[in-house]
């Protein structure tokens, strides 16, 4: 347990420097309650042992922000599923790719990907609103990512020789716009992955 | 009662301070105190994270609000989906102490 000290404002803002949005919020409220205490005539320490220990209100403000978190998280994963799809389908139908009586590897792995991906983001959708959402919805978040990544990557793949056609700018703007939300989808993974140290 | 007790109840209890109208964080911490008797020993920083809390479930908004001579304070208001809430927590409450309440009242001694 973290003793008070005089760098309490600091204190708190690592426990939180995780989240620079949450971090901020914490530094303005103990500010603005500082300032309230300083008013009423109360020293400094006196008032940062009323407002509570930190790694306590550290705790607090995680628990406080992570649903919000996830939520943000779940709804980037849902763009990145319907633009996956939607580019998809363009691509294919686009370039004449869909062919089901002759399927290809990359076809296959685009198809089977995106639906694993999908079903994945189903089942976080449902855990997200159990007691322990972070727990529940982690793994099928990383797994819908990894299997929309690489859907999103086979897709491309199919798409390649069309590159030099005067589809080319356009399939190059839906890879790019994809690959932004998977890179999206992935920082906002790696933000709710480091709330677990207070679960 | 110590802060556990109140952990559960502390959103409901922050519901009820702001239906008396927009308060900033530590005047909800001072209401709170008042209209308690100073029973809720809690920290008063976890206030401010329950606070947010509700702005992120829509039940508060909050704005800053400068007064004229004074620091700027962020000052929190109930949403109309807050009051909604806090109307279904206080008739799930007043269901849940009368039943609670009927097993701790002490039990009356048989007549003889």
Not at chain 1, 60 to 65: G, K, L, N, T, V
Not at chain 1, 115 to 135: E, F, K, M, N, Y
């Amino acid at each position: 347990m973290r003793r008070l000290t005089g760098d309490y404002a600091g204190a708190l803002e690592r426990e939180l420097g995780f989240d620079r949005a949450l971090a901020d919020r914490a530094r303005e409220d103990l500010a603005e309650y500082m300032g309230e205490m300083a008013d009423a005539g109360l020293d400094r320490a006196e008032a940062e042992r009323r407002f509570g220990e930190v790694h306590d209100i550290a705790c607090s403000y995680a628990s406080a922000a992570l649903p919000g978190r996830l939520r943000q998280t779940l709804g980037v994963a849902g763009w990145l599923a319907l633009a996956t799809f939607l580019f998809m389908r363009w691509r294919s139908m686009q370039l004449g790719l869909q062919s089901f009586a002759h399927p290809t590897l990359l076809g296959v792995v685009d198809g089977v990907g995106f639906l694993l991906g999908a079903a994945a983001l189903i089942v976080a959708w449902r855990r997200g609103r159990s007691q322990d959402a972070l727990r529940g919805m982690r793994a099928p978040l990383i797994f819908a990512s990894i299997a929309i990544a690489v859907s999103t990557t086979a897709s491309l793949l199919r798409a390649l020789p069309a590159l030099e056609g005067p589809d080319g700018t356009l399939i190059l703007a839906t890879g790019i716009v994809q690959l932004a939300l998977l890179l999206l989808l992935i920082s906002r993974l790696r933000l709710i992955s480091r709330y677990r140290r207070f679960a | 009662m110590n802060a556990e007790m109140l952990k559960g109840h502390l959103d409901n209890v922050i519901l009820a301070t702001l239906e008396r109208g927009p308060a900033h964080g530590y005047a909800v911490i001072e209401d709170i105190r008042q209209r308690s008797g100073g029973r809720f020993d809690l920290p008063e920083g976890t206030v401010y994270p329950a606070l947010h809390r509700l702005e992120i479930a829509g039940l508060l908004v909050s704005d800053w609000v400068t007064p004229d001579a004074g620091r700027r304070k962020r000052v929190y208001t109930l949403t109309p989906a807050g009051r909604d809430a806090l109307k279904d927590r206080r008739a799930g409450w007043t269901e849940f102490s009368r039943a609670v309440g009927a097993f701790m009242e002490p039990e009356k001694p048989c007549a003889a």
